[in-house]
């Protein structure tokens, strides 16, 4: 049974059976203070969200083996889903007859005990979870072993390993599986300082592609441009460059009049369907999110004269489609490119000695995350 602590300051480690509908709370031979970032209902995270603590569990089933996070990001979409705007909804776990849901979609985890019958994973093995909103704003949880996408042993930060799952094998398919790209090619984004776009500067870069990036108006926008500009990108605008009717006279004499072929969307709204104007023909828009939260109107003369092909992508659905084998090469590949940390801050819940604490200071957190512009969260629980 997962049990809320809140009101105590400490958490015995009584053996408590734990009723689980879908995934498995992990557990552990000693006595951890395990907590877990739930929800009930669906709304803003600053008010639903909380942190509750559950009791070690039996080992792992012959199939499966217990994890324990080291670090987890909070992700726009992990944030959509809580605020139940997401189209995926999580597994509810029935916990001492209360339906919960556990936030978190990423995070870095280490092996701490395998089932009798799992081959190929051993303890201290660090690994990162396959399967869709599996819920891992948690310190342990139990899982089969097929689910779990085994990392190399050097070569990636904690950081960097925590934050592998999503957005790096986004950009990274992104700018592979639309369009075949060479080199002086040029690419069109939109949330360029977003983690998916600061690693599609960097992979483009690496291809000897060149970047056109828009990001919105900021006090520190200069800081911005300089930090983009270092990873890789070519140019740097806000979104209010697209009301200048020379921008378009410029991009073509940028690319010598090459076409772009490719441009990647995770805004939408009027400034997204401003932007298909620099494009070329027979080019490819792929969306990969909306946080504009406006729809995407495009004129249909850009599908008719232009030729312009609409996708979506999902990396979610990749990994539903691709083998355990074909995960853990991606894994490699986005490990070989050696990829800058993204600004990150450390959340570190695990000291905090009440549940109400804990709380308290995940929910300031995510009030200063409301005001936006702020670097990526990594929770420690």
Not at 219 to 238: K, R
Not at 293 to 300: A, C, E, Y
Not at 307 to 316: K, P, R
Request: proline residues 6%.
């Amino acid at each position: 049974m997962l049990r809320q602590t809140a009101t105590r300051l400490t958490r015995p480690c009584t053996q408590l059976r734990l009723l689980i509908r879908a995934n498995a709370f992990s557990t552990s031979p000693a006595c951890f203070a395990n907590r877990a970032v739930v929800y009930t209902e669906t709304g803003n995270p600053a008010d639903v969200l909380r942190v509750q603590s559950y009791d070690p569990l039996p080992p792992p089933p012959s199939d499966s083996v217990t994890i324990r996070f080291h670090l987890s990001p909070i992700n726009p979409s992990d944030i959509n889903l809580v605020q139940g705007v997401y189209p995926v909804k999580p597994a509810q776990l029935e916990l001492s007859g209360q339906q919960v849901f556990v936030g978190g979609n990423e995070g870095v985890a280490e092996v701490v005990d395998v089932g009798t019958a799992v081959q190929g994973l051993r303890k201290g093995d660090r690994v990162v979870v396959g399967k869709p909103q599996f819920g891992t704003w948690s310190s342990h949880r139990v899982i089969q072993a097929q689910d779990v996408i085994k990392l190399p042993s050097s070569g990636l930060s904690d950081v960097n390993a925590a934050t592998i799952i999503v957005n790096p094998p986004t950009a990274y398919n992104m700018l592979h599986s639309f369009v075949e790209l060479k080199e002086g090619d040029w690419v069109l984004q939109n949330g360029a300082n977003s983690a998916v776009g600061q690693a599609v500067i960097q992979i483009a870069a690496r291809k000897g592609l060149k970047t056109i990036n828009f990001v919105r108006k900021r006090p520190d926008l200069d800081n911005l441009i300089a930090s983009l500009t270092e990873l890789g990108a070519t140019h740097v605008f806000t979104y209010d460059a697209l009301a200048d009717k020379s921008l378009a006279k410029h991009v073509k004499q940028w690319t010598s009049d090459r076409p772009i072929r490719l441009m990647l969307n995770c805004v939408s709204g009027k400034d997204t369907t401003a932007m298909t104007r620099l494009l070329g023909d027979n080019a490819h828009l792929v969306s990969y999110g909306a946080m504009s939260k406006q729809p995407l109107s495009l004129p249909t003369s850009t599908f008719i004269f232009k030729n312009l092909t609409a996708h979506g992508y999902w990396q979610n659905r990749w990994y539903n489609e691709h083998s355990r084998q074909e995960r853990e090469e991606l894994m490699r590949t986005i490990t070989d490119l050696k990829l800058k940390e993204p600004e990150h801050e450390i959340l570190d819940l695990s000291s905090e000695t009440s549940d109400e604490a804990a709380t308290q200071r995940l929910r300031e957190t995510f009030v200063r995350m409301e005001q936006g512009f702020g670097k990526k969260v990594l929770l420690r629980l």
